[in-house]
């Protein structure tokens, strides 16, 4: 997937309103309120305090409540609703599964890491980092930084902007990655590993059967979550078996989610019972 910088638009914005502004008697910018702007155009129109605070990595301040990560707390939420608003909207036939597994790919750290790069995120957070900091070059190289700065810009413009117009924002900001998600490449491993990693966990798989001659044997795999199977998945390598048995677990779990928002029971993959 091709990334390229800023947008013309963003590019011809004069270079003073990315300049870090005066340690006393800085007065923020006034945010436009233009629905419709892209994600861009409102990171440049944000607060200098605000977008300074979002591009700030904890290295460089003495308490870590000055950098980016409580903005990036706020902005992981932020972006996981207005994706999840975005797909409900567009495929209003698809099971809570199926959305499980787009939402889950769109979100991850890799799609939030490609946004930056279009967006030259990179290049905002070389002019934030200070002159004397050594590093200043591998923390904006870095993909996870990187996808971290990008949601505390979201949670900076959702601040400054409202749910709104960051929702729309953020959609068409990661239109490629819906877009990719939707056509089927989308890795079914990974996916199910992003939606468990927030709450401690891993899933785990093993071969179960193995059967055909072998010039076209069948495999099925099974994957576990917490000592629980959670899919199961034939294909015609090890591989692909693993995949399907992932798409499985992710329709799985999806629905398990929608039933107790529901007022359903089912257990959690954490314990068998109890919240999600």
Known sequence: MEMRGLPALVRAVPARLFQRPPRSGARAMTPRSSMGSSLTELIVGLPLEQREKALTHSSWVDERTKSYERLEFLGDSVLGLAIASAL??????????????????VVSRASCAEVAERLDIAGLILEQAPASEARRREIAGNTTILGNVVEALIGAVFLT????????????AFEEQIRYAVTGHVDHKSALQELLAPRGLQPSYRLVEEAGPAHARVFTSEVSVGGVARGSGTGTTIKTSEQAAAREALASLGAERGSRGRGGGGPSPETGGGRD
């Open 88 to 105: 409900c909207q567009r495929y209003p036939e698809s099971e809570e599964g199926d959305l499980a597994r787009l939402k889950a790919f």
């Open 161 to 172: 902007y409202g749910f709104e117009q960051t929702r729309l924002a953020v959609a068409a």
